[in-house]
């Protein structure tokens, strides 16, 4: 066995009804036809000029502009409706360059003088031509990044600019009423999920000093709890899609913000980076490692760790069949965590065919070459999926966030031009776009409360922990080892 190369990290509805028939209004497609399959569309129906109002074309494709530019690109007008994977492209990446509070302003700004929404005599066939369509942008902001509407100046000129909309027509008013009921729904479950994840964490204890205070409360495994590996895979994926399903598309460009990222400006998100579900997926990722350590470490009787492994191997090799990725690495790394790997005589009495398959899969040589390969076939199943089991593709986190993470680095936010880099975001938001689709499959499993609430709660050994438990298992092969565990004796047990 080898190590996987990964350390623990640290760190969609309805479109609302539309009031006029549909040559008035923009369509959307549904997040999948959004970046096509041969690449994605940059294509905006652009004139052939190189270079048009600060915005720079080649071959008909938006490459850069002035931050300016960019931002009246997003509006609409009578005549024009901004391209929705525009609209997503550039409201994901914008958070780089400002606030979207401040985006936010300036754009209602853009739509109240230029469409003279705040002239009581402008003509109400021009106000009705061009309202919808800010009600469909409005729309889109709010279901595709409902979290930038935590802030109150944003719900503020949110509100405000629909006000503006509604005020002269009845249909209007109920779309504004609907798209609005809609996100504070949305922001109201985000607070629950919230609550949750802090009540988990807040009762969360080493099992270590559960067991010396309370071992008695810890007398059952997770075979005890759940004796099917196929049942315990789709429990997994519960969770994973549950905790997916809440990442905002913008927590991974917020990820990243550095402390100065443009031209000394401040960071937009010096005060805080709001990433707080990415982390908690990560994190779930870090526990999911640790309880399959933990629960292979545990038995005193060699036989009874060797199944464990084998219960975890089938386990594995189920998530993969699901196409749940982050289960599947998450058990690898547990079991090439040292204090597995060292226990030679427990592995010894292990069927290991199985897992040489997975590890192989899993393999990080080639950058994931195999895993990547695996990961298409998965996204392929998913697109041509009659059901939703078909449809799940749970990508392995923190590879995703790594290869966003360089595709970040390694280009420029700006060109020396002082022109905004677009072609680089087009990229960035054809793979958080892809991640979109993903995170919104419903989990087809029926759900468990008994094994969920064993797999989120119960206490798991620190690594100091699991290494003792380890050495009391197989006892310490070398000087290095004994010296260990006597100093792991003395300070977690108190004995010499």
């Given amino acids: 066995m080898y190590s996987s190369g990964i350390t623990p990290v640290c760190f969609t509805s309805p479109l609302i009804e539309k009031p006029i028939g549909k040559e008035s209004m ?16 940059r294509n905006l129906y652009q004139s052939a000029d190189d270079s048009c109002g600060g915005l720079y074309y080649h071959d008909n494709n938006l490459l850069s502009g002035s931050l300016e530019a960019l931002i009246q690109h997003l509006v609409p007008n009578v005549d024009y409706y901004p391209d929705r994977t525009y609209i997503f492209t550039f409201l994901l990446s914008s958070r780089l360059f400002m606030h979207p509070y401040e985006l936010m302003a300036k754009v209602c700004h853009l739509c109240v003088e230029h469409q003279r929404l705040s002239d009581p005599n402008s003509d109400k066939n021009q106000i009705r031509k061009i309202a919808p369509k800010i009600l469909q942008l409005l729309t889109e902001w709010t279901e595709t990044f409902p979290y930038d509407f935590r802030d109150e100046r944003m719900m503020r000129n949110l509100k405000d600019l629909a006000h503006r909309i509604a005020s002269g027509e009845e249909t209007y008013r109920k779309n504004v009423q609907q798209m609005i009921q809609c996100l504070i729904r949305k922001l109201a479950t985000l607070s629950q999920y919230e609550e949750v994840l802090a009540k988990i964490s807040s009762t969360s204890t080493d099992r270590l000093t559960v067991l010396k205070t309370k071992p008695q409360s810890i007398q059952r495994d997770i075979i005890t709890v759940c004796s099917d590996p196929y049942t315990l895979a789709q429990q997994l994926t519960h969770i994973e899609l549950e905790r997916l399903s809440y990442i905002g598309p913008e927590e991974f460009v917020q990820a990243f913000v550095q402390k100065d990222p443009l031209d000394n400006d401040k960071s937009c998100y010096s005060e805080q980076k709001k990433t707080r579900n990415l982390e908690a997926y990560v994190e779930w990722f870090n526990r999911l490692s640790y309880l399959v350590a933990t629960e292979i470490c545990m038995p005193v009787k060699k036989k009874h760790r060797a199944r464990m492994i084998e219960y975890f191997i089938d386990v594995a090799r189920e998530c993969f069949n699901i196409g749940n ?22 592995w010894a009495k292990v069927k290991t065919a199985k897992f040489d398959v997975l590890e192989h899969q899993m393999d990080p040589s080639s950058n994931f070459y195999n895993y990547r390969t695996a990961l298409r076939g998965a996204a392929q199943r998913s697109l041509t999926a009659h059901s939703s089991r078909e449809k799940i593709v749970i990508p392995f986190f923190s590879l995703l966030i790594k290869d966003i993470y360089f595709l970040n680095e390694g280009c420029a936010n700006r060109l020396p031009n002082g022109h905004v880099n677009f072609e680089k975001f087009w990229e960035l938001a054809k793979q958080v776009s892809e991640f979109m689709i993903w995170k919104q499959v419903e989990c087809p499993f029926e759900r468990d409360r008994k094994i969920l609430q064993y797999l989120l709660t119960v206490p798991v050994f620190s690594e100091d922990a699991l290494y003792l438990a380890s050495y009391e298992s197989e006892g310490p092969e070398n000087h290095i080892e004994k010296d260990r565990w006597k100093s792991l004796r003395s300070s977690l047990l108190g004995r010499v």
Avoid at 29 to 36: C, I, K, L
Avoid at 328 to 340: D, E, K, Q, T
């Fill in 26 to 41: 923009p369509q959307t497609p549904p997040f999948s036809a959004m970046f096509d399959s041969s690449g994605y569309n």
């Fill in 325 to 346: 990725f982050n289960s599947l690495m998450a058990i690898i790394s547990g079991m090439n965590m040292s204090p597995v790997s060292r226990l030679k005589k427990t």
